[in-house]
């Protein structure tokens, strides 16, 4: 017999003896061992009988089959009973993680020619089967990544108007799905907070999921893991909006691919909102199935581009207004907004070291003083690697003009050192594909990913290739 909880009254107990006894007489012992030998008694609380399932998959299946004769069997038994709770807790072990309930009806439809299964009889009480909340799926919001907070500029404002729309649509869906792309730190998950934040203020009762495909993967896992996929697919494809950060992490991963193509599919087609976020164009997303990158691309794809010096100055400026510092001059502004140009994070994190400092050792703030402090930062900025300079050691190791390498000739002692700029841009810079492209006289992103792929093809059966490679990138790197 299935452990009982030892919260439970004694009587209780039992009465649930005598409910499972005539189950299994009813059922077989077959159909017993399978669905109800499982289930125990966690309590009688409030005229509910609550009781304890190892898995959601066993819940779901006892829920929709077997729930309204134990409410029966238990009215029968004990009258004071009025309705029954399956929840998913293993007593003293460990399973699959439960939260608060939330009361669902389960249909009153006689039981098909399931084996085992039984059509409920007499009165239809109240079940109730215990879902993980969506609260618990989603991942927090940062309450600074709000709209209020994003400071707007040429670089991210179409990003920044696509969001916007879609958070302000009431129940309508302006663009699905809307697909924000870009490098690292420039906005891209302030956005994503930003929208299911405004849409959680502006009507609490839609269910909004944000979460970063890593972690749909993580549930997705779990789910097989636990033999649980049915619960899974039921609660991301009952999100009103669903939201998946850096897209990217899924490249690859064929079976999570799979599960998030069809979920994907089922809410578009339940005009359900879905905005994803990557690192990359739908179409450069490589290793992404290409029927996926295709939806992926179907509604409006939105590029955050590399910030400009006036866009950084503005963020620095509104980074200073919301914190309240007002003794950092503007001369020290100026220079971080010049000397930090790759993202806004190492920004933002380049102002709160020098305000830090300042605070902490009493030191008034001038730019000799964040020079100081920035020593580390300051130098890894000007090691970066860019384009311009791949292009000009690459040219210079095989003797050609620089201007070659935007040129449109064709021939081979132009075109493979030109293959290699963009192989060793694609891998030593966070620039995308259509940025490198446009470095090298405004190429398509098709012909980038062509030259990545032949240099890498030509890395394995080419060893005069490999060695200039890796002569290279090693020169660039030090």
């Not at 009806?105 to 969506?134: C, K, Q």
């Not at 730019?367 to 000009?392: K, P």
């Not at 940025?435 to 012909?447: A, L, N, P, Q, V």
């Not at 990545?452 to 990138?473: F, M, N, P």
């Amino acid at each position: 017999m299935a452990e009982t909880d030892k919260s439970a009254h004694p009587l209780h107990e039992e009465q649930w003896t005598a409910i499972r006894t005539h189950l299994q007489e009813e059922l077989g012992d077959a159909a017993f061992r399978s669905w109800l030998k499982p289930l125990s008694l966690r309590r009688i609380e409030n005229g509910e009988a609550q009781i304890a399932a190892p898995t959601r998959f066993l819940r779901d299946w006892v829920s929709a089959r077997y729930a309204a004769r134990i409410a029966e069997l238990w009215n029968q038994m004990n009258p004071d009973v009025r309705s029954v709770a399956i929840d998913v807790i293993v007593i003293g072990g460990v399973a699959a993680p439960v939260s608060t309930s939330q009361q669902s009806a389960l249909p009153t439809s006689n039981a098909s020619n399931v084996p085992g299964e039984m059509p409920a009889r007499g009165p239809y009480l109240r079940l109730r089967a215990v879902e993980e909340d969506i609260d618990d799926l989603s991942s927090p919001l940062n309450p600074r990544f709000s709209f209020n907070e994003f400071v707007v500029g040429k670089p991210n404002e179409f990003a920044h108007a696509a969001a916007r729309r879609v958070a302000d649509a009431d129940n309508s869906v302006p663009f699905n799905p809307l697909y924000l792309y870009g490098g690292v730190g420039l906005g891209k998950t302030h956005l994503m907070h930003a929208i299911a934040s405004h849409i959680r203020q502006r009507d609490p009762t839609r269910r909004v999921l944000y979460l970063s495909a890593e972690k749909f993967m993580y549930h997705f896992v779990r789910a097989l893991r636990y033999k649980d996929t049915m619960a899974f697919k039921e609660q991301f494809r009952s999100a009103d909006v669903l939201m998946i950060d850096d897209v990217q992490f899924i490249c690859g991963k064929d079976s999570t691919q799979e599960e998030f193509f069809h979920t994907f599919n089922v809410l578009i087609d339940h005009n359900r909102q879905v905005v994803i976020s990557g690192d990359r164009s739908p179409s450069d997303l490589d290793e992404m199935e290409e029927r996926l990158r295709s939806r992926l691309g179907w509604g409006l794809v939105a590029d955050i581009h590399a910030t400009t010096y006036e866009l950084r100055l503005g963020i620095l400026h509104a980074k200073i207004e919301s914190s309240g510092v007002t003794d950092v001059p503007q001369d020290v502004l100026e220079f971080l907004a010049r000397r930090i140009s790759s993202n806004i994070r190492e920004l933002e994190m380049a102002l709160n070291r020098v305000t830090a400092h300042a605070t902490l050792v009493g030191r008034q703030i001038d730019l000799d003083m964040a020079q100081e402090v920035l020593r580390d930062v300051l130098r890894a900025s000007e090691r970066r690697i860019t384009i311009e300079e791949i292009q000009r050691r690459v040219a210079e190791h095989y003797n050609i003009k620089l201007s070659e390498m935007s040129s449109e000739r064709r021939a081979r002692a132009v075109a493979r050192p030109r293959q290699v700029a963009m192989f060793l841009s694609k891998q030593l810079t966070s620039r995308s594909l259509p940025e490198i492209g446009r470095k090298f006289g405004g190429r398509d992103h098709t012909t980038v990913m062509h030259a990545v792929r032949r240099i890498e093809e030509l890395r394995q059966s080419d060893a005069a290739i490999a060695e200039d490679v890796d002569l290279l990138k090693r020169t660039l790197e030090s």
